[in-house]
């Protein structure tokens, strides 16, 4: 039997060390497949994560000035460290999260394509110069880092978002102090390593670990020049109304109730193959998950068929071999996803397939939801109007393309959609007028890979520039601009000139 004193404990990593917390604090890491206790994870004391906000903004003074192309090669390094140890960096992710070892990949990967493009940041944070913009005089810009960046990260992707955030910051010149999600930060750590050893020096990268109270602190920070968020909407909008009121830069990417349309003349098996993957894969854990499938005219006709695919789905722990979907993230996520759909049954919503309480062999204490299917789902009923998490698939049914658009762009959530059919008109149109961050046109998931940004609309995001691509390099930047004489000598001297003018 473990003891709580002879578990490993995650460490905090301040000025390049790993260090272990002095708190008296402590949260296990569970595995939600089996309830087994990995290590406990600490909540670092105010003066740990002064200590590493300290180290970011000491590490500031060289970093900002190692040329680019040194920048650069610390991220060829990594991504190599990264594609090396992907199988083991997927096993931990597998072990605290419960996604499948598919997934795991998946969230590595993903990641791994950001730092892929970090390596490239000699050609993105680029400035611009115009020549004589009046006799003699020169304009230009530099692209210059802002000092300390902060990262929050939700339990989802622990590897995904984290690798979203610092290699992009760290590449254009900030120090940086990460916050990842207490839930699961094991495969963070690993990466966080992996990271040092590609050769990121002592105090550019530091990690905290906690919970509200680092937040707030990395928020209320005057060390702290810019925070990126990723998590839920009560959370990212606490986070940028705390740190915005501080005076600083706040990205922060949050929840989503995503809506699939599916036409009559879409491909009939691939959409429902898509539905079934984007609902129910990552047991409907993703921010990108297709949580609502509104199917138009003649496609109400595929429901069974859509029920018949979600059964079909085998849920198990993700070691195992054919898992589709793991389980839920914790006890709290369980209770309250099925909480939710009892609610859905009460409000009148037609559970054609009901995912509580699967028998999953060998893992009798997971926490486990299978596939779970409404119709008939209204926008007033809860299963509607909350984003679940889970494996819960709303279906509702519309007449017209114009009807289900009118009801997607109606949600308070904007982060991501798709359409599915064969006619290019019905796309155009689609994309057009649909007020989203994320359109996938028979793509079911269309997270952007890295030479374009994340985005998100309305509810889902706030402030203007999304992670990683092209956008990042302008919020994790100051923009300054330069404007040069240089005079030659025989121009020296002539009439003081008190207007304003080149
Ligand atoms: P969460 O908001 O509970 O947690 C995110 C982070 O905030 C964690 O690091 C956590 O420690 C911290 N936190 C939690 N409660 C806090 C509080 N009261 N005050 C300050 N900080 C607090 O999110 P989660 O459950 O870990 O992740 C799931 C959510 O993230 C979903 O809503 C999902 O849609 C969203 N998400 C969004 C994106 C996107 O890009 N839009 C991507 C992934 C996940």
Redo the contacts with the bound molecule.
Sequence with gaps: MTTSSSLPTVKLLIDGQFVESRTSQWRDVVNPATQEVLARVPFATEAEMNAAVASAREAFKTWRKTPIGARARIFLRYQQLIRENIKELAAILTAEQGKTLADAEGDVFRGLEVVEHAAGIGNLQLGELANNVAGGVDTYTLLQPLGVCAG??????PAM?PLWMFPMAIATGNTFVL?????DPMVTMRLVELALEAGVPPGVLNVIH???E???LLCDHPDVKAVS????????S??YQRASLAGKRVQC????KNHAIVLPDAHKEQTLNNLAGAAFGAAG????ALSVAILVGEAREWLPELVAKARSLKVSAGTEPGADLGPL?SRAALDRVSGLIERGVQEGARLELDGRNPVVAGYGQGNFVGPTLFSGVTPQMSVYRE?I?GPVLCVMQVDTLDEAIALINANPNG?GTALFTRSGAAARHFQEEIDVGQVGINVPIPVPVPIFS?T?SRA??LGDLG?YGKQVVQFYTQTKTVTARWFDENEVGGPVNTTIAL
């Excluded at 929050?152 to 992707?157: A, D, E, Q, R, V």
């Excluded at 990417?253 to 989503?256: E, T, V």
């Excluded at 854990?285 to 990108?288: E, I, T, V």
Aim: proline share 7%; with cysteine; aromatic share 12%.
């Design positions: 929050i990260t939700p339990f989802n992707f978002i916050k990842p999600s207490e839930q906690g919970g509200a680092a937040v707030n968020f990723v998590g839920s909407t009560k959370v990212g606490h986070v990417m949050m929840g989503a854990q993703r921010c990108m993230i984003e998490f982060n994340f998100g889902s995001k992670p």
